[in-house]
């Protein structure tokens, strides 16, 4: 990806210049490339709320350098310094329910905190900017590591599909479910991808098809309907996709428009692989029925998006006043449809409860 499109980054206090978490706003792009810089919890949330920065993982990271931004007192008691800390990480985890990484970087600033004792306390922002920039490049690792382990699966493979983005703009860079095929095209063998539109905000047709070309790999942008009718001419070898929650027994909650894929490939006989770090399951939640689903602005799917493509209301009205909308963020791929689950730490194929649960054995074995 361009150094000019990296998707978050962290710029410490400096005398009078606060700090800031600057990301790339997605909702402009292809557009135009233009970066917000984010100096309060205010700004970051919203940011949050209106994809600015958007992609479990990379929602995780800047969740995570948006806790530094909290209004300490270093004049403060201990307890209260804390305190303000914690309401930072209480009001962050409120800005999107359904990507687990939001809630995991969280939970990991918040066991900073707590591990923080009175006569060390004011060594505390610093060690937080260390985690979060932890966060920030164990991501990086993570996601190359998922796509030399799903690199395999694809290396038959001509023509693949995805669906919504997730490559370097929806992580520290590299991407889930784009990782497969930027290792393989570095490698010498360059897929051509079909990348769904992803309604009602696009993300396949501006986002995706915008890095891939970035990348200089071939990519066709095709609408959600046309999924079907591409894997019955044959023109479809897998399907690939990220995931925003990963349930114990493998369901997997991915950007709405999913769950039909994978039971128009399982019909068609094209392998369905779900690429996401460890990180992104939820192993407290039993199945996907439990997985709690968004519900984004009905102004989303009643507009069209605007000229300049941002992800807001400034387009005409595409649907009737009087029609009422629907408007979830995601949907639940049962774990029977997918061929396999690829994390940094290998692959889960035919996931189930079992299968799953020796994964995350097989970790805490080795480590």
Known sequence: MRTDAETIRYRPAA????????LL?????????VRLECTDL???HDAIVRLVVRGAPAIGIAAAYGVTLAPTDPASSPDAIRQCYYDAIEYLATSRPTAVNLFWALNRMRGIIETTDDAAIGDLPRRLIEEARAIHEEDREMCRAMGRNAAPLLRDAKTVLTHCNAGGLATAQYGTAL?????LHENGHTLNVYADETRPLMQGA??????????GIPVTVCTDSMAGSLMQRG???????????????????????????????????VPFYVVA??????LDLHSGDLIPIEQRSEDEVRYTLGANSAVHAEGRMAVPREASVINPAFDVTPAELVAAIVTEQGVIERPTREKVQ??????????
Do not use: M
């Open 15 to 22: 005398g009078e210049t606060p700090a800031a978490v600057d």
């Open 25 to 33: 706003d997605q909702t402009r792009i292809p557009a135009e490339l």
């Open 42 to 44: 205010a700004q970051l």
């Open 179 to 183: 990782a497969p095929i930027y290792y």
């Open 206 to 215: 501006r986002l995706t098809a915008w890095e891939l070309s970035q990348a």
């Open 235 to 269: 023109l479809i070898d897998a399907v690939i996709v990220g995931s925003d929650r990963i349930a114990e027994n493998g369901d997997v909650a991915n950007k709405i428009g999913t769950y039909p894929l994978a039971v128009i490939a399982r019909y068609h006989n």
């Open 277 to 282: 770090p460890t990180n992104t399951f939820d």
């Open 358 to 367: 020796q994964h995350f054995a097989a970790i805490t074995n080795a480590t």
